[in-house]
């Protein structure tokens, strides 16, 4: 058990709807990483907050939204989507900002039929 | 942008031999550089690291080594065992803490 949860572990829905993806972090870590993983596909980094604030951005997309509230949990919000949406997303957190170990929650399953 | 290339993308070997996969990175401000492993629906796991002050590490039946010169390093699996078998990801971290991966290699560990 790495001490990252996620929830849920998995979420079935439509094409068009919104979802909410929430992580807690190790407890002390303040950085908190989103990632997507796509069937066979590698990691897909998303985007990271550390302490509160937005840290880094990767390939996130318009629709796609995160944050990281006062107690360091974070949710990732993923709205009109598709069926390419559809895959792994894993939240992962560490002590500090960044060049340390990465601690990866067991990710949330999305399916959009 | 700066960019990682990972190969071979598959790698196959007998039990009991060893395996080397390679990473390139563009960047040449990056410090840090980790191994992950991901084993079949599992959650990717730190195996091994180095920041850029030390030429190689060792754990058990892995090492990392790292060639700053020609901007890249390698994991190298001495022994393989069946448990080995996996999708091994190297990454890249430089002076923004950002941390930049490789595509994967998946690794079969052939009885």
């Known amino acids: 058990d790495s001490g990252v949860t996620q929830t849920p572990k998995h979420l079935i829905t439509a094409t068009g709807q919104r979802v909410t993806l929430r992580c807690s972090p190790r407890s002390g870590d303040l950085s908190v990483y989103w990632y997507q993983q796509s069937l066979d596909q590698g990691l897909q980094f998303l985007i990271q907050y550390y302490n509160g604030e937005e840290r880094a951005k990767g390939n996130i997309l318009e629709r796609f939204s995160a944050q990281q509230f006062p107690d360091l949990h974070s949710e990732l919000n993923l709205s009109s989507l598709e069926l390419g949406d559809s895959a792994l997303y894993f939240c992962?957190?560490?002590?500090?900002?960044?060049?340390?170990?990465?601690?990866f929650g067991s990710g949330t399953q999305l399916s959009v039929l | 942008g700066e960019n990682v290339e990972q190969h071979p993308s598959t790698l196959s070997v007998q039990e009991g031999d060893s395996a080397v996969i390679k990473c390139t990175y563009s960047d040449s401000a990056s410090n840090y550089f980790p191994w992950y492993k991901q084993e079949l629906g599992k959650r990717p796991q730190l195996i091994i690291d180095i920041r850029s002050n030390v030429g190689e590490k060792k754990d058990q039946r892995i090492a990392v080594t790292l060639n700053k010169t020609a901007k890249h390093f390698s994991l190298h699996i001495t022994e393989t065992q069946p448990e080995d078998s996996a999708v091994y990801f190297c990454a890249a971290g430089g002076s923004n803490y950002q941390l930049i991966w490789g595509a994967g290699t998946k690794l079969i560990i052939k009885p």
């Open positions: 992962a957190s560490s002590p500090r900002q960044g060049n340390e170990k990465l601690f």
